[in-house]
C-alpha cells in the first residue's frame, strides 16, 4: 500500500477501504471490544524511495518541532524539501477521531511526501492543494489541511517567503519579535475558488510559526477555539517559549479529538561560535568574531556599537548565569532589515526584571544601540538574550 503511494501514484478509493479494513482488523482485541484503550501499535514502515537528498553541507534555514498524542490518530504533520531551497509543510487532520484514523493519516502523509519528491520544479501552493484534494476525493479521505511553501529570499540572508493556504484548518500564530498573530490562510479553498487570494509573507528572524490542530486548541481553551489560541499565543511571547512541545503541551487528560502541533522557526546557517565567557581572551575574540561577521551585513558605523552591546551580554552571562567561567553560544541571523544576535547560556542564575531595567547596568548600554532586546528561558536550563539591530541595505553598499 505504502510503496505506491510514497510514489505519489493515486491509489483506487475503494482498495485502500479494503487495505485499512485490514489493517483495523488485525490491530482489534480478540473476543470483542471491552472499551478498553488500546496500546498504540508501532507507526507502519513507509516503503519506497527515500526522500530527497540535501546538498552536501547543506543546512535547512528552517527548523520544525513536531508533537502529536502518544496515541495514534488521524491528526499529523510534515516538513518536506523540494527544489531550489523550497520546504513544503502540511498538517492533516482526517475527520473522526481516534487509532482507527491513523493508516488514512499515514496514506495521506506518504503521498504527500512522494509527490513532493517527483517534481522537478517548486509547484505553487494552489497547484499541490489541487492535487491534494483530488488524492483525498479518489481515496475517499475527508480531511482538514493546512499547505505552506518555505523559500529562501535571497543569498547570504536568513530571511524567507512564506505562503500558505488551508481548507477547515485553524490559522497558524506567527511570532515576530514580542508580537503573536494570527496569519489569515484558514477556509481559503474550496470548489469555488479557483484563485483565491493567498497569505504571503516575508519573514525576518528572529520569527516563530506554530500549527495547531482543532483538537489541541479546543482542549487548551476549555473548549472554544479562541481560548487554546490566547494561551499558545502567551507561550510564544512568554519566558518558557523554548520548552520543548512535548512538555508544553501534554496531558493526562482523555483523548476528545486528535491533537498535533508543529513548530517552525529559522535555524542560524552555520554561524555560530561557543566560548567560555570567564576566560576574558575568548571573550575579545568573539567580540572581533561577531564585528567580522557583521561587516558586510550592517552598516560601517554599527559594527563597533554591536561589538560593545554582545560584550556586555558576555559579561551579563559571566555575571548573573554562572558568578564564574561557563559556556555561552552566539548565533547570529540575518534579515533584510535586521541584524540579529543570540546570546544563549546553559547557567542556573535567572535574570531578574531589576537586572535588565537597571539604569546603569549592562542592558543600559545594550539597550542604547539595539533596536529591540528580548530575554527568555533556556532549556534545560539558563537564559536567552536576543539583540535585534535594524539594517538598512543602504547603508551596507555604502560602506564597502
Not at 520544525?64 to 498538517?91: I, M, Y
Request: glycine share 10%; hydrophobic share 40%; with cysteine.
Amino acid at each position: 500500500m505504502i510503496s505506491s503511494i510514497e510514489r505519489g501514484r493515486r491509489s483506487p478509493g475503494p482498495g485502500l477501504e479494503a487495505r485499512l479494513e485490514a489493517v483495523l482488523a488485525a490491530d482489534a482485541p480478540r473476543g470483542g471490544s471491552t472499551g478498553a484503550p488500546t496500546r498504540a501499535s508501532p507507526p507502519l514502515p513507509l516503503e519506497g524511495p527515500a526522500p530527497r537528498e540535501l546538498p552536501p553541507g547543506h543546512k535547512l534555514p528552517i527548523s520544525a518541532e513536531s508533537w502529536v498524542r502518544p496515541e495514534q490518530g488521524g491528526a499529523g504533520n510534515a516538513v518536506v524539501p523540494l527544489l531550489d531551497e523550497a520546504w513544503l509543510v502540511a498538517a492533516i487532520d482526517v475527520a473522526g477521531h481516534g487509532r482507527r484514523l491513523y493508516p488514512k493519516l499515514q496514506h495521506v502523509l506518504g503521498w504527500l511526501r512522494g509527490w513532493a519528491n517527483a517534481q522537478v520544479s517548486v509547484p505553487g501552493v494552489h497547484g499541490i492543494a489541487r492535487q491534494l484534494e483530488e488524492e483525498l476525493a479518489a481515496s475517499r479521505i475527508e480531511a482538514a489541511w493546512y499547505l505552506a511553501l518555505i523559500q529562501t529570499a535571497r543569498a547570504g540572508s536568513d530571511e524567507v517567503l512564506y505562503t500558505g493556504l488551508s481548507s477547515s484548518y485553524p490559522e497558524p500564530l506567527l511570532l515576530e519579535g514580542a508580537t503573536a498573530r494570527s496569519v489569515p490562510s484558514a477556509d481559503r479553498w474550496g470548489a469555488d475558488a479557483k484563485e483565491r487570494s493567498l497569505s504571503h509573507v516575508r519573514l525576518e528572524p528572529p520569527w516563530r510559526l506554530l500549527v495547531g490542530s482543532e483538537g489541541l486548541l479546543a482542549r487548551l481553551g476549555g473548549g472554544p477555539e479562541s481560548g487554546g489560541r490566547r494561551r499558545l499565543r502567551r507561550w510564544l511571547r512568554g519566558a518558557e517559549r523554548d520548552r520543548p512541545l512535548a512538555e508544553t503541551l501534554a496531558a493526562d487528560l482523555a483523548v476528545v479529538d486528535d491533537e498535533s502541533a508543529l513548530l517552525i522557526q529559522p535555524r542560524h546557517a552555520g554561524t555560530e561560535l561557543t566560548l567560555d565567557v570567564g576566560d576574558s581572551a575568548e571573550r575579545d575574540r568573539a567580540v572581533r568574531w561577531i564585528e567580522r561577521v557583521a561587516r558586510g551585513r550592517v552598516g560601517r558605523a554599527q559594527v563597533p556599537c554591536i561589538g560593545r552591546a554582545v560584550l556586555e551580554a558576555l559579561a551579563n552571562a559571566r555575571d548573573h548565569a554562572y558568578q564564574g567561567p561557563g559556556r555561552v553560544t552566539l548565533r547570529v541571523l540575518t534579515g533584510a532589515s535586521s541584524f540579529v544576535v543570540e546570546v544563549r547560556d546553559a547557567g542556573r542564575g535567572r535574570l531578574t526584571v531589576e537586572v535588565v531595567s537597571k539604569s546603569d547596568g549592562g542592558f543600559r548600554v545594550m539597550r542604547s544601540v539595539a533596536a529591540s532586546i528580548d530575554v527568555w528561558k533556556n532549556h534545560p536550563r539558563g537564559t536567552v538574550v536576543t539583540l535585534t539591530f535594524g539594517r538598512d541595505p543602504a547603508d551596507v553598499e555604502t560602506s564597502r
